[in-house]
């Protein structure tokens, strides 16, 4: 099963107020990704969890904040939403000796009004 | 600026017909890959081919790579109105790091 979930599927939300995205795994991968996908944008790489050590992007250091409880979880927060924030959100995974090929789930779309 | 670019932002075919995608990256890379991403759906890789590689294969789809232009394309052949998506090129040194896309070209295929 190369199966990533991701819930919600749709996240409305206020301006101010935080935001709790969730992915989750099944395969025992290693790494787990989360990027920010705007429209007629490129998907881009917010931040990724190596095992329990979090990598963040020097650019939205600040404004996301990621927890993961153990292997097959991972989560993104945003703790103040602002207009900005909406876009989907796309989980991905890979494993030991495959880092090349990343799992995606389906995306959460975030609207923030 | 983008470290990659597809050509550009969307092809129309009719199904049966052949479709290119070309991608132009910026730096020395180890690698390319292609993603699709369907409607509803995340990206999924196709095929990733290395520098040391100018063509691959997986079924109907053909990857080139020209690492003196810095570019590559993409080829599917007797497309079907399924191959509609979103494709990426991921041009990379250390994907571990994570995957930087470029724009993507949105591929209509109509019967």
């Known amino acids: 099963d190369t199966t990533v979930k991701q819930n919600p599927r749709y996240k409305l939300a206020r301006v101010g107020k935080p935001v709790n995205l969730i992915c989750s795994q099944t395969?025992?991968?290693?790494?787990m990704y989360w990027y920010q996908k705007k429209p007629n944008q490129a998907p881009k790489l917010l931040l990724f969890?190596?095992?329990?050590?979090?990598?963040r992007e020097a650019d939205t250091f600040e404004k996301f904040q990621s927890s993961r409880p153990n292997n097959s979880f991972c989560s993104l927060y945003i703790g103040s939403a602002g207009l900005e924030y909406s876009a989907m959100y796309l989980c991905?995974?890979?494993?030991?000796?495959?880092?090349?090929?990343?799992?995606f789930g389906p995306g959460t779309r975030l609207l923030v009004l | 600026s983008q470290l990659a670019e597809e050509n550009l932002w969307a092809l129309s075919v009719h199904e049966g017909e052949s479709v290119t995608v070309n991608c132009s990256y910026k730096?020395?890379?180890?690698?390319l890959q292609w993603y699709r991403q369907k409607s509803g759906e995340g990206p999924a890789q196709l095929i990733l081919?290395?520098?040391?590689?100018r063509e691959k294969r997986n079924g109907r789809l053909r990857a080139t790579l020209d690492t003196s232009s810095q570019s590559s394309s993409l080829s599917i052949t007797a497309t079907r109105c399924e191959d509609t998506a979103v494709y990426f090129c991921?041009?990379?040194?250390?994907?571990?790091?994570?995957?930087?896309f470029g724009l993507g070209t949105r591929v209509s295929v109509f019967p």
């Open positions: 969890y190596y095992d329990k050590i979090l990598n």
């Open positions: 991905a995974s890979s494993g030991q000796g495959r880092q090349d090929t990343q799992y």
């Open positions: 730096t020395s890379i180890t690698a």
């Open positions: 081919i290395r520098s040391n590689e």
């Open positions: 395969m025992n991968h290693d790494t």
């Open positions: 991921a041009p990379g040194i250390d994907y571990a790091q994570g995957l930087t």
